[in-house]
């Protein structure tokens, strides 16, 4: 099993532009999350899911967009990109009901807004 | 607003000294996880505490559970370099509707020294 998997690993985006970063997952997990790790500050919930077609927002949504089309994707779009958007994003996934394992965390996606 | 945080934020022991990781966490909560992260990796999962009173070992390391003190402790005997790692503690946030997101402390970076 490949887990979760995130594309791209790093990426510079210049101010005012657009990108999405990739999440799938081929563990059939139904709950979906996006968090933001920024040094020194621990992990902020951004945009999270609990199923197809079902998205919620999290502590930090501003800036961002989430859908969930299918249960294995959940990409997260940021449009207009500023420089407090640099940052390191990492996309997890938990069972549905299930609380006995935390999360299945990506490898990481590491964006610098220049 | 569930708050959770770490003591010390950053801790530098030598080799063979044992040390305490704390936890304290804002309100009820009966589930609590520790994550470990090397720089530039993504979280693994190290431990998961569900209930009052539990106790989980792994090797060097030992994770308890105290809800009513709303405290988790991560233990580390007679370290050795390869703990070096930042660690995290999560909380569970129930939202309802059978989803739940995990809230993050700021991370304890340990550094053991030979």
């Known amino acids: 099993n490949a887990g979760v998997t995130q594309t791209p690993k790093f990426r510079i985006l210049k101010i005012g532009q657009s990108m999405t970063l990739q999440c799938t997952q081929d563990m059939n997990h139904n709950y979906m999350y996006w968090y933001r790790q920024d040094p020194g500050m621990g992990l902020k919930l951004i945009y999270y899911?609990?199923?197809?077609?079902?998205?919620d927002k999290g502590e930090v949504p501003n800036g961002y967009n989430v859908s969930r089309s299918t249960t294995e994707d959940f990409p997260l779009r940021l449009e207009l990109a500023a420089p407090s958007q640099t940052s390191v994003y990492f996309c997890?996934?938990?069972?549905?009901?299930?609380?006995?394992?935390?999360?299945?965390f990506g490898s990481g996606t590491r964006l610098t807004v220049v | 607003e569930l708050k959770v945080e770490q003591n010390p934020l950053f801790l530098s022991m030598q080799e063979g000294k044992n040390y305490t990781i704390y936890c304290n966490y804002s309100?009820?909560?009966?589930?609590l996880y520790w994550y470990r992260q090397d720089p530039g990796k993504s979280l693994e999962s190290l431990f998961v505490l569900l209930s009052n009173g539990a106790v989980k070992q792994e090797g060097r390391l030992m994770a308890s559970l105290d809800t009513k003190a709303r405290l988790s402790t991560l233990h580390i005997t007679a370290a050795v370099h390869d703990l070096s790692a930042t660690y995290f503690c999560?909380?569970?946030?129930?939202?309802?509707?059978?989803?739940?997101?995990?809230?993050f402390g700021k991370g304890t970076k340990l550094s053991v020294i030979p």
């Open positions: 999560a909380v569970v946030l129930d939202s309802g509707a059978g989803s739940y997101q995990l809230t």
């Open positions: 899911s609990v199923g197809a077609g079902i998205t």
């Open positions: 997890a996934s938990s069972p549905t009901g299930i609380r006995n394992y935390g999360y299945t």
């Open positions: 309100t009820t909560s009966d589930r």
